[in-house]
C-alpha cells in the first residue's frame, strides 16, 4: 500500500505560479510512475502531467504545456508539478497518484491522495 500526501494548493491571481507537492510512504518509489490529475467543480477528473518511476519520461496535454511541469525526488520519495501562468481555468482539486505504468488513464493508478484545492482568482 501506498500512500499519498499533497501540499501547496491555496489561492492565488491569475498569471501567478503554485508547486504542488506530493509525498509518497513507499520504500520502492521509484518502481511508481506518477500522474497528476484536476477535478474542476462540476466537471470529471482529468490529466494533468506524468512522470515515469526514472523520471527520465513526462507527458502532459496540450492544455497545460509549457504551463506546468511534472517532476520527481527519488530521495525525498515525492513529485512535483510546478504551475506557471495559472488562469481561472486552472481552478480545481489537484490529486496525485501512482501506478505501475506511464499512462494518462486514470484507471491505472493504483494508490491516489485526498487532493489539494487550487483556486485561480481573476
Known amino acids: 500500500q501506498v500512500q499519498l500526501a499533497e501540499s501547496g494548493g491555496g489561492v492565488v491571481e491569475a498569471g501567478g505560479s503554485l508547486r504542488l507537492s506530493c509525498a509518497a510512504s513507499?520504500?520502492?518509489?521509484?518502481?511508481?510512475?506518477m500522474g497528476w490529475f484536476r477535478q474542476a467543480p462540476g466537471k470529471e477528473r482529468e490529466f494533468v502531467a506524468a512522470?515515469?518511476?526514472?523520471?527520465?519520461?513526462?507527458y502532459s496535454p496540450d492544455s497545460v504545456k509549457g504551463r506546468f511541469t511534472i517532476s520527481r525526488d527519488g530521495a525525498k520519495k515525492t513529485v512535483y508539478l510546478q504551475m506557471n501562468s495559472l488562469s481561472p481555468e486552472d481552478t480545481a482539486v489537484y490529486f496525485c497518484?501512482?501506478?505501475?505504468?506511464?499512462?494518462?488513464?486514470?484507471?491505472?493508478?493504483?494508490?491516489w491522495g485526498q487532493g489539494t484545492q487550487v483556486t485561480v482568482s481573476s
Open positions: 497518484a501512482a501506478g505501475p505504468i506511464l499512462t494518462i488513464r486514470q484507471d491505472s493508478y493504483d494508490f
Open positions: 513507499t520504500r520502492t518509489f521509484f518502481r511508481y510512475s
Open positions: 512522470i515515469s518511476g526514472g523520471g527520465t519520461t513526462t
